[in-house]
Each structure stands twice: as C-alpha cells, then as structure tokens.
C-alpha cells in the first residue's frame, strides 16, 4: 500500500509542521492551527462527493461494474471528512466568532452535506440488499445532491455570511507563506489517505460481492441434489 | 444519419440535460434567496430599507478605527460599524468576543432604535481571509512582502 504509506508520512509530517512549527496568527492566536485539519477535510468533503455524482454518472450512462462500487466506497470517508469539517469549524468558532454555530450559508450547506452523505449511506445499503440493479436509484441521488457542492462554495460570495470567503484563489492567496505550504502539504497528505481508503473499500466490497456469489451458488447446488 | 442512436449515447444526453436542468434550477434559487440567505444586513441596507424599530436584526460590517468607546460603568461598548457607503452607531452591553477590534468586521445581533442607534444583546466577530502570523501583524504589506523574500 504504497499509497497509504505516502498519505500518512505526508500527513504526520505537515501536521506536525502546522500543530508545532508554524507561527501563531496575529488576531487567532494558536486557534489558527485548526485550519490545517479543517480546510483539508472541507476539501475531502465536498471532493467526496464530486467524485461520488461523478462516479454516478458513469453509472448512469456506461453501466460500469466498478463505479457504483467506487460511489459507495467513497461515501462513509466522505461523511466522516464533511462531519470532522463542521466540528473542527465549531471549535475555531467559538474562540474567533464567540459562538459554536450560526446558521449563515456556508455552515447550512455544509451541514446539508453531511445529510446527504448520510441518506447516500442508508440508500445504498438498502439498493445493495435488495439485490442487482439497485445501485441506479443511488446514481441518481448522487447526480441530485451534487447540486449543493457549487452552492456550498459560493455562499460566502453570494450571500452576506458569517464564514471568511476563500483565502486561496486561481493564482493567489491571502494566506502568509508559513500557513499556506503547510495547509497545502496537509491537504495533499489527507487526500492520499482518502484515496488509500477509498481503494481498501472498494476491494473490501467486491470481495463480499464474490463471497455472497459463492454461497448463494453452493446453496443452489445443495437445494439441487 | 438514419442509424439507430445508440442507447449509451442516448443516455448520456439525458442524463447531461438533467443534469443541467437540475444545476441551473439550484442556482436560480439560491440567487432567488440572495437577500432573505443573507446572514446579516450591511450599514447601506439599513439606510436605504430601516427594518421597523423593534424588530430583531443582523447588522454586519466593519468597526470603524477610532470609533470604539467604553462607557463609565465598563461593559457598555459604543462604536460605529460602516461598510464605505453607510454608518450605523451601535451600543452593546457585555463581554465582548476576543477578535472584536477596531477596523475588523462584527455582526452584531440585536434591534434598531428609534433614534437610529442599533442595540446589540449579542456579538460576533467576523474574521477576514487574511492570514498573517503574528511578527508580521505591524509591518505593511511592502514590508511583508521583504521579509518573505527574504526568508524564501
């Protein structure tokens, strides 16, 4: 799994980097190491699920095997990116706004999110229970929910919010040098880990696909004799 | 041209024209709530359109440098918050949240008075995208700019 390995080297590494090494911040004081976690898991979170309503579209359209098991193998790390996003976000409020939650529109999207990770959940192991075919329904509802990823990041262009805009943008940042290469390093660590988990699933759901095969065979054989 | 179209390609289209349908009727709305999605009203739109006295606002927008006073009893706050185009004089009675400083942003929580004066029960600072450690806070951006070179 060299992956894996790469993901957690570079993750440890730039965490430690961003916990121990970096300067505090002039107004955040040391709060603002919660931003190499925080960014890099809003990152996963909504890639999660891009990659979710892209998987669902190849679903859709080219019916391959693969995909609905890709989609449903990067759900449970999506949710668990979007939730670790609002609860880091949470505990940076509270010293910096003076408040754990507010119902502007970047937090309410973000929220919505992780609602819909879920309901992606419950809906894809109830399509896998019911046997083949079912994963149509869940491509379909991953197409549906990506229209909240573009919403998500321009709710803090379009409307009035409590949330900072962006800091990095196409070409150029708002973020000092110290905390930029940090955060970018923790992003790259924290994405490595996702795919390295990602794949893990996806073996781990074909594997079950071919043991539940196997069985039910071997119970049509011993129902035949 | 009479060839039969191919049920994947069909699919494709279908499932694009959805798609944009879905996408474009998602940011109609989300424009269509551009002012009630809002968080907060800005000094400009409390001018041009005063909520009635008594109703429960959001004011947001910068502090204005020079502008905070503290009354004798020490937890009445007086300052102005502008946004370039309007000003809105605030009072706030309690502790107030560690980034609330001159020349940041604030969304105060509180109802517009009779005399123009908002009173705020609640606070909360808003932190811009600007990242800067803490050595570097006093420089000016040209000064930063040095020092980063330097240090590269």
Known sequence: MPLLLAGLVITGLSLAWGLVGAPAERLQGDSVRILFVHVPAAWLGMGGWTAIAAASLTELVWRHPLAGIGARAIALPGAFFAALCLITGSLWGRPAWGTWWVWDGRLTSMLVLLFLYLAYLALADAANRDGDGGSRIPAIFGLVGAANIPIIHYSVLWWNSLHQPPSISMGKSEMAPEFLWALLAATLGFSLLFGAVVLMRMRAILADQQAEARLRRRAMEASDV | ?152
């Open chain 2, 1 to 152: 041209m009479n060839q039969p179209i191919k049920a994947k390609h069909q699919r494709l289209v279908l499932v694009l024209v959805a798609l944009a349908a879905l996408i474009g009727a998602a940011m109609l709305a989300a424009w269509g709530l551009r002012s009630q999605a809002s968080y907060f009203y800005v000094p400009a739109d409390i001018a041009a359109n005063p909520p009635e006295a008594g109703r429960a606002v959001r004011l947001g927008g910068m502090v204005e440098a020079g502008s905070l006073k503290t009354d004798a009893d020490g937890v009445t706050t007086r300052f102005v918050v502008g946004d370039g185009k309007a000003r809105v004089p605030v009072t706030f009675k309690g502790i107030r949240p560690d980034l609330f400083k001159e020349g940041s942003g604030v969304v105060a929580e509180g109802k517009l008075g009779a005399d123009g004066t908002f009173v705020a029960d609640n606070l909360l600072a808003k932190h811009d995208e600007k990242y800067v450690p803490r050595e570097m806070a006093g420089m000016t951006a040209e000064q930063a700019r040095k020092t980063v070179e330097e240090t590269r």
